[in-house]
C-alpha cells in the first residue's frame, strides 16, 4: 500500500506561481514512478508530468512544457510541481500518483496504482 498526500493548492492570479507537493508513505519511495494528473469540471482527467523513481526521466503534457516543473527529493518521500506562468485554464484539482510497476514512467492514468485525494488550484483572470 501506498498513501499520497497532496498539498499547496490555492487561488493564484494569472500570471501567478504555485509549488504543489505530494508526500508518500507506505513504500520504498526512490522504487516507484510518480505522476501529476489534473481534472478540470466537467473533464477526463489528464496527464500533466511524470518522473522515474531515480528522477532520470522526466516527461511533460505539450501545454505545461516551459512553466511546470516536477522534481522529487528521495529522502523527504516527496514530489513536486512547480507551476508556473499560470493560466485560467490550469484551473482543476491536481493529483499525484504513484506507479508501482512499468518499466518506465507513463502518461496513462489507467498505469497508476495509486492516488491522492487531490488538491484546487484555481487561477483568476
Known amino acids: 500500500q501506498v498513501q499520497l498526500v497532496e498539498s499547496g493548492g490555492g487561488l493564484v492570479q494569472a500570471g501567478g506561481s504555485l509549488k504543489l507537493s505530494c508526500a508518500a508513505s507506505?513504500?520504498?519511495?526512490?522504487?516507484?514512478?510518480m505522476g501529476w494528473f489534473r481534472q478540470a469540471p466537467g473533464k477526463e482527467r489528464m496527464f500533466v508530468a511524470a518522473?522515474?523513481?531515480?528522477?532520470?526521466?522526466?516527461y511533460y503534457a505539450d501545454f505545461v512544457k516551459g512553466r511546470f516543473t516536477i522534481s522529487r527529493d528521495n529522502a523527504k518521500n516527496t514530489v513536486y510541481l512547480q507551476m508556473n506562468s499560470l493560466k485560467p485554464e490550469d484551473t482543476a484539482v491536481y493529483y499525484c500518483?504513484?506507479?508501482?510497476?512499468?518499466?518506465?514512467?507513463?502518461?496513462?492514468?489507467?498505469?497508476?496504482?495509486?492516488w491522492g485525494q487531490g488538491t484546487q488550484v484555481t487561477v483568476s483572470s
Open positions: 500518483a504513484a506507479d508501482l510497476f512499468t518499466s518506465r514512467p507513463t502518461t496513462n492514468k489507467g498505469e497508476y496504482d495509486y
Open positions: 518522473m522515474s523513481a531515480s528522477g532520470g526521466s522526466i
Open positions: 507506505g513504500r520504498t519511495f526512490s522504487m516507484y514512478h
